[in-house]
T-cell receptor, first 112, second 111 residues
Framework: DADVTQTPRNRITKTGKRIMLECSQT?????MYWYRQDPGLGLRLIYY???????NKGEISDGYSVSRQAQAKFSLSLESAIPNQTALYFC???????????FGDGTRLSIL | AQSVTQLGSHVSVSEGALVLLRCNYS??????LFWYVQYPNQGLQLLLK??????LVKGINGFEAEFKKSETSFHLTKPSAHMSDAAEYFC?????????FGAGTRLTVKP
């Protein structure tokens, strides 16, 4: 089984809909992250959490919210989806300090 | 603020040729630097990381990178490209609480 699991893997929805992307991990890491990937822009950080009670905005948090339900679970919500939120979304985890991040396989989200 | 710049969004090499993917960083303090690889329909996987222990860092699949402070560079190399190296490669810098990624370089390997 994958260490970092994202659901769903693909989602097509309409403008204005509420969307939730889920991430769960079995690595036992405290730190979890949400990124979006757009062609030519690399990965940009949306939100990150260093433990269950710690939530921080990243570079591009507008239009998104997150919930850290447990150490192993970190979900990303789009309250009212818009077409420019069409992207590939990745969840990642890491240990303490300057450790590398471990990524899920991504969720491809299309908003029509 | 920390950032990385990857020179060349696409690099094409012949099988067996040298692979050189360029990365320059900007950081106000000694950085932690990483190279990741992304294969189609997958997430990023760590290739190697620099954490100040040694300037030449060896990673998986025959890749290595050299940290050059004077040039603020961390270029990724492999002596001989293999078809299986075709993927997108990301340089990243970590400072304080987050990691910043470059825009990525797509490597194509020709037979």
């Amino acid at each position: 089984d994958a260490d970092v699991t994202q659901t769903p893997r693909n989602r097509i929805t309409k403008t204005g809909k509420r969307i939730m992307l889920e991430c769960s991990q079995t690595k036992g890491h405290d730190r979890m992250y949400w990124y979006r990937q757009d062609p030519g822009l690399g990965l940009r950080l949306i939100y990150y959490s260093f433990d269950v009670k710690d939530i921080n905005k990243g570079e591009i948090s507008d239009g998104y919210s997150v919930s850290r339900q447990a150490q192993a679970k970190f979900s990303l919500s789009l309250e009212s989806a818009i077409p420019n939120q069409t992207a590939l979304y990745f969840c990642a985890t890491s240990g303490q300090g300057y450790q590398p991040q471990h990524f899920g396989d991504g969720t491809r989200l299309s908003i029509l | 603020a920390q950032s990385v710049t990857q020179l060349g969004s696409h690099v094409s090499v012949s099988e067996g040729a040298l692979v050189l993917l360029r990365c320059n960083y900007s950081s106000s303090v000694p950085p932690y630097l990483f190279w990741y690889v992304q294969y189609p329909n997958q997430g990023l996987q760590l290739l190697l990381k620099y954490t100040s222990a040694a300037t030449l860092v060896k990673g998986i699949n025959g890749f290595e990178a050299e940290f050059k402070k004077s040039e603020t560079s961390f270029h990724l190399t492999k002596p001989s490209a293999h078809m299986s190296d075709a993927a997108e490669y990301f340089c990243a810098v970590s400072q304080y609480s987050d990691m910043r990624f470059g825009a990525g370089t797509r490597l194509t390997v020709k037979p």
